[in-house]
């Protein structure tokens, strides 16, 4: 073996995400033919629109948007903790009735911070019924009460009007996790080993409090009005690759 392919073996065998993958497609949410590109193998969070930067789950969840709204530029859209991705960014430029909700405790819940409506997700200032559509991507793995967070989503929903959502599914068929408790100064307590992920108004990151199953769909229904289907997204076209779940909840009507 040469030199320089020994080199190479060694390099890729202590950096495990060496990786490379462009595939060319259409892209949903610039609406455009694009090309998808990742250099690491965590594709759920990557294979970046060469256009709009958008990733693999957001490209998922627009596909579910168009289908089961078509109409959400007319719609009441409630987003809550955006990410300033490419599809938060769409659907901010697009929909002419978007509210973009952000969790800030040292301020006043309802009032805006900046661009943002102060809310907790799991105490909402709306009043019943405000939205057609709720849309959260990767958010609800970071929520001490989810119960609480899926009723209220549902109680500002119109009857009829949807919560479609992405969050990692750690746990695929088997229990969900709690995975971190809200301890008494409200810093996380982990129950295992401590986990955050990136956000986006916090530099110190958002703690991971549970690691979903396939089972919150029953969790969802046995807490809410709502019935939800997922759908195991993947879709080589539109450079969908990886584990990328949607969920589609519809609140029934009374
Ligand atoms: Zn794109």
Redesign the pocket.
Known sequence: MGLRKKYKKMIRSIIPDDYYLLVKGF?P??N?E?RFFSNNSWLRESLH?D??R?ISRERALMLEIEKHVPQWRGLRIHESSPNGG?LSTKLKNECCNYTASQYYPSHVFGDMVGEFRNEDLERQSFADGTFDLVITQDVLEHVYDPQSAFKEICRTLADGGMHIFTVPIENKHAETQVWAEKGDDGSPIFLFYPEYHGNPIDENGSPVTMHWGYDIVNFIQAATNMDTTVITARNARCGIEGDVEVFVSIKKEV
């Open positions: 892209c949410v610039c455009s694009s629109c256009n709009c958008s490419a």
